[in-house]
């Protein structure tokens, strides 16, 4: 440490050693999709000629290539959860979906009581398949459902109708205890009543968890390109409050930005990002955070099925599908731990904060000040909770701590 930082308590953002390493999570990235949506920035690709055509097996190999060349920066570690995210990862058969989690199995150790979840679209379900994904391990599905209403869902794009949700959420309860429901609002046309009855539709199924996203205009989308008639930022914003109001008399608890659960049904995988835990993510684009002793890397892997296969399938000693990856310095880690912890209700407590970042709280002393003078965050010596006001402004909040900022 300089002598200039000694001197002044507001630059400490020099980190020390962690002293111990964070939970770790394994994310399985699977980027295809029936169809791609025409709101959608998220790493995923329309399967072109029909399912035939999709490299399943060769993904599947290339996936645990890449898992087995990851071990060393990980290893001894145990893993707490694991989510296949997409794309649409229920478009594998499920004995791609066994296969990885017996390799993964193989080579790591597995928490017990693991939290194993699957994304899968209404539109590709099959009862027996569903079964098969829960035999296989999987013990948490995640429904991409968005809207109960076939209109709104034809104006997304989407593959399925209201009738297909339905289906998909009764199959899916059959065979999980453990289910999400993604829904979005703010969509095209639709109006305040539109809304509420989509999470009342989505509640009345009594599922565990429930995450509505206010729909995004992403660039490199159709809809950013030709955006379609959405609801104006005045009935979006109640929109917002209609929703969280009823999932509240539903039961439900808002714990995070958009997610809502039962009480101690929360998204354990979602939590660990959120408390700034450890991610190995395998696959085409996806993303890792690893913490070691002495410093935290973050990856990202060829994005391109093509090329991620080709890269991880090669058995060259210097061939790997890490595309890019850099160390998160003393700075951005105080960002990147708030940017996350304070999307949380409860917010987090301070050792909590050194112990994944090896920052003191006191390094963001004058940004914590600043956001508490303007009211948008509580602050007592152990715990930090964003206020309601800091809930919705949280990018006005998240700004204050934006590295720029700080000295
Ligand atoms: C990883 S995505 C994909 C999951 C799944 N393939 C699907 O489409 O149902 C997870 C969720 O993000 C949400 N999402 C995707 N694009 C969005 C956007 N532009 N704005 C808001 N939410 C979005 C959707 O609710 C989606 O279910
Ligand atoms: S199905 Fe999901 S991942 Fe695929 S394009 Fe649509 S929103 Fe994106």
């Known amino acids: 440490m300089t002598a200039a930082a000694l001197a002044s308590p507001l630059s400490h953002a020099e980190p020390e050693a962690l002293q111990s390493l964070p939970p770790l999570s394994l994310y399985i990235h699977i980027p295809w999709c029936v169809k791609k949506c025409p709101y959608c920035d998220f790493n995923s690709h329309e399967i072109r000629g029909g399912r035939d055509n999709l490299p399943e097996a060769e993904y599947v190999a290339a996936l645990t290539r890449d898992l087995e060349t990851a071990l060393p920066s990980i290893w001894g570690r145990r893993v707490a959860s694991v989510f296949f995210g997409g794309g649409t990862p229920s478009v594998f058969s499920a004995r791609s979906i066994e296969a990885l989690l017996a390799a993964a199995r193989m080579l790591l150790p597995l928490e017990p009581g693991a939290e194993v979840t699957l994304e899968a679209n209404p539109g590709t379900f099959e009862a027996k398949k569903f079964a098969d994904f829960r035999s296989a391990g999987v013990n948490r599905l995640s429904i991409g459902i968005q809207s109960f209403d076939s209109r709104h869902l034809r104006a997304l794009g989407r593959v399925h109708d209201g009738n297909e949700a339905r289906r998909a959420v009764d199959i899916a309860l059959d065979n999980f205890d453990n289910v999400n429901l993604d ?4 969509l095209p046309h ?15 199924h009594g599922v565990a968890h429930i995450s509505a996203y206010h729909l995004t205009l992403e660039p490199n989308t159709l809809f950013y390109r030709q955006p379609p008639p959405l609801p104006d930022d005045d009935t979006a914003a109640q929109m917002q409050a209609t929703v969280e109001q009823a999932l509240h008399q539903h039961g439900y608890l808002n714990y995070e930005v958009s997610a809502f659960a039962r009480p101690g049904r929360e998204s354990r995988h979602n ?6 835990g450890d991610y190995l993510g395998i696959g085409a684009g996806a993303h890792s955070k690893i913490s070691l002793a002495d410093r935290i890397v973050r990856q990202v892997r060829f994005r391109q099925p093509r090329q991620y296969l080709a890269r991880a399938l090669d058995a060259s000693p210097q061939a790997t599908p890490i595309m890019a990856q850099h160390e998160v310095d003393g700075t951005d880690r105080g960002f990147e ?45 152990e715990h930090i909770a964003p206020t309601p006001l800091g809930r919705r402004f949280l990018n006005d909040l998240l700004q204050i701590f934006l590295p720029e900022q700080q000295e």
Request: charged share 25%; aromatic share 10%.
């Open 183 to 186: 829904l979005m609002y703010a």
């Open 190 to 204: 639709q109006t305040l009543e539109d809304a509420r009855r989509d999470v009342g539709a989505a509640a009345s």
């Open 337 to 381: 731990f708030m940017m996350n912890a304070l999307r949380l209700t409860r917010g987090f407590e301070a050792k909590i904060f050194t112990a994944r970042t090896g920052l003191q709280l006191e390094s963001l002393v004058s940004q914590l000040d600043e956001a508490q003078r303007r009211g948008l965050i509580t602050r007592d010596g």
């Open 271 to 276: 939590m660990n990002y959120w408390l700034f």
